[in-house]
């Protein structure tokens, strides 16, 4: 059971420890279980900007010359917060996000397993040196790069960001994190976990916004390196930017993702298994199974992976989608996918909402069978709980569909 605010959260940008609270501009951040407001945050401006990286690379000159080790007992107390306060933090995120509370928690585990491989770092390869001929040798060393920045997405508001946050740190960079506009309230959680395991000031600024702010912080001289989680299309947009500059980009993009089904699968294992993928998070996951490639007669598979994802319950087993424009976006992409012709099995449309959540943005599983590979059901990344399943006569002709996608996450 999720427990909503008793007031609205309010929070700057978090910069050199502090929350600012001189912002002109605002972005609101609701719900997706009834659109009710949690809180806002700060949108920073391009001075702020600037300052905060600036004092992120004062900062970091000192953070690069203390010991490995005690950077990694500052990690080390960070994971006993995010521990201590896993159940707070999951709400929180499920809130601003639209998962269960289950998803929630489950996203910052995964977190904070990065953050335990970051543990290990003290104890890999740091360097060495070689004698390469009389007289002569060749020595390498790690050193930190100095700023690095992350653009990170809505739908894992934990989970994503801490994929970098704890290998960066660790490793004697300062860190300048743009969460994404529609979730940012979990990073204000993180950030003073940070605070309260003793890092200090400067070394990680968390900068909200959106466009305007990306660009703001890609083009800052002092970022030598910027990580992206998001859409294709942005991901493109923030790369391109980024290596123009010279700069090191890590871009990682959108994804539709194929799953083969064949007459010998076990009814239940595939029925359990690809209904729980598209279901997920709502399908609101990079990793979500949307399309089912059908080999020759699995009906009684499909009827299995119906009936799982039509006894889920909206609220407590699936959560919600990110926003009312993106619900809509979802409805309209099923109305033009049954008027090219292809069959709902199983229509999310018709669900009704959980009690006392109506003003939230509900759309159940929804399954549609019969869709023409070089329709927009299989061409898009829809991202919600929509399964489009292509029928295929042989298991060749599954493959080469298949690699048509234009997406590489997952097969
Ligand atoms: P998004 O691309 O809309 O936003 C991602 C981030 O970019 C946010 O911080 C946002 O504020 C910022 N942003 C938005 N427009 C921008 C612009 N024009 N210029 C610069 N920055 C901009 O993505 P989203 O909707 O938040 O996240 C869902 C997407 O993320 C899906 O496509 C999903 O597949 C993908 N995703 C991929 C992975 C992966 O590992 N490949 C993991 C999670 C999510």
Redesign the pocket.
Known sequence: MLNFPQQALTFGSFINGEFQNNYSQKLVVRSPYNNSVLGEVGVSSTAEIDQAIQDASMAQKSWAQTPIKERSKVMFEFRNILMRDIDKISNLKSLESGKTFAEGKAGLLKGIEVLEFALSLQNSDLGGRLDVSRGVSCEYRRTALGVVAN??????PAM?PMWTIPIALTLGNAYIW?????TPLTATYIASALKEAGLPNGLLQVIF???NE??TIIDHPLVKAIG????????K??YERGTKLGKRVLA????KNHIVLLPDANLDISGLGISDSFTGCAG???MAASVLLAVGDVDKHIEKILQRASSLKLGSEMGAI?TKAQKEFLISAIDRAEKAGAKILLDGRKVSAPKGMEEGNWLGPTIIDFVQPNSEAHTT?L?GPILSIIRCKDISGAMKIQNTSVYG?AC
């Open positions: 653009i990170t997405p809505f739908n894992f994503v743009k969460p994404s506009d529609k916004g959106a466009q990306v660009e992206f989680v998001g859409s294709t299309k942005v991901a947009i923030v990682m993009g959108g994804a609101q996951r990079c990110i990344e991202f996450n």
